[in-house]
């Protein structure tokens, strides 16, 4: 069955697993619902908490470990596991695809699981965990248009039935986050151009975010929870549609902003 469809999903904190107070939260738990009803066969997730310098996939033939790549939070978090299945077949189409584009050299991890990137919203919008994961990873040392030619590449897994899910956070700067405070200007600046770029088909000034965007570099101090959304843009099509699925901002500046990008099917 193929799908017509790519997404740009904010996780934003390690806390949208288990926090009601979170807007973003609810969004992900209505996905099947109110989002995407159609089963995708399996799920490649590009996390921005998966940064190497050569793309990689985790190639598992069992179960994915759930990874719980994170400091200092609740106790009964470290104890949440989300067991999908792992998508060797699908890892290794990545790195063909990916190697007949000109991306010479693609990188296997067979022990690597699923970070959180991957694992707090799947675990939500999939909670029966019985869909087939693989992850692909960023290189924030390159730019917004290396990572939309990556996601051009892996186009032809739509059909195949893939779903092709970034996972980042809109805005993200940890060192700016403040519960007691409003939205920050900067941060609501970003996300709205963000937001009117996208759905303008404005993709070659996403691409650009950091000469064309308000405020770029304090909306991303490191690019590693953004290019996800390159790859996302990339894997659509350039003519695809862009829309606006969920808006919300957190802590003053965490945008759990999140796209669906539909391709042109003319």
């Known amino acids: ?51 190497t310098t050569v793309p990689t996939v985790n190639v598992i033939q069992t179960t994915n470990d759930t990874i ?19 998508a060797p077949e699908l890892a290794k189409r990545v ?12 990188d296997e991890d067979k022990k690597r699981g699923l970070d959180h990137g991957a694992w707090v919203p799947l675990m939500l919008m999939y909670p029966e965990a019985d869909i087939p ?16 030619n990556l996601g051009k590449a892996l186009a032809p897994l739509k059909d195949e039935g893939v779903l092709i899910m970034g996972s980042g956070s809109a805005v993200h700067n940890l060192g700016t986050l403040n519960p007691r405070a409003g939205v920050a200007p900067w941060a609501l600046e970003f996300d709205n151009w963000l937001k009117d770029a996208l759905l303008d088909g404005r993709y070659e000034d996403v691409n650009h975010y950091e000469q064309k965007a308000p405020h770029a570099k304090k909306a991303h101090p490191h690019p590693d929870h ?3 959304l390159h790859v996302a843009i990339g ?8 829309k606006l699925i969920h808006s919300s901002i957190n802590l003053g500046t965490l945008s759990y902003a999140s796209y669906q990008f539909t391709s042109d099917s003319s």
């Open 226 to 228: 953004f290019y996800p």
């Open 95 to 106: 790195k063909e695809l990916l190697n007949k584009s000109g991306f010479d050299r693609v």
């Open 133 to 148: 994961v693989c992850q692909l990873s960023v290189q924030s040392d390159l730019d917004g248009t290396y990572h939309y």
């Open 1 to 51: 069955m193929a799908l017509k469809d790519t997404f740009y999903i904010s996780h934003g904190s390690p806390t949208l697993s288990i926090d009601d107070s979170i807007e973003a939260r609810k969004f992900l738990q209505s996905w099947k619902k109110d989002v995407f009803e159609e089963r995708p066969k399996s799920i490649l997730v590009i996390s921005g908490h998966w940064d």
């Open 68 to 86: 719980h790549d994170f400091y200092g939070f609740p106790k009964p978090m470290y104890q949440l596991k989300y067991p999908a299945p792992g």
């Open 235 to 242: 894997a659509a099509g350039e003519n695809s549609k862009a």
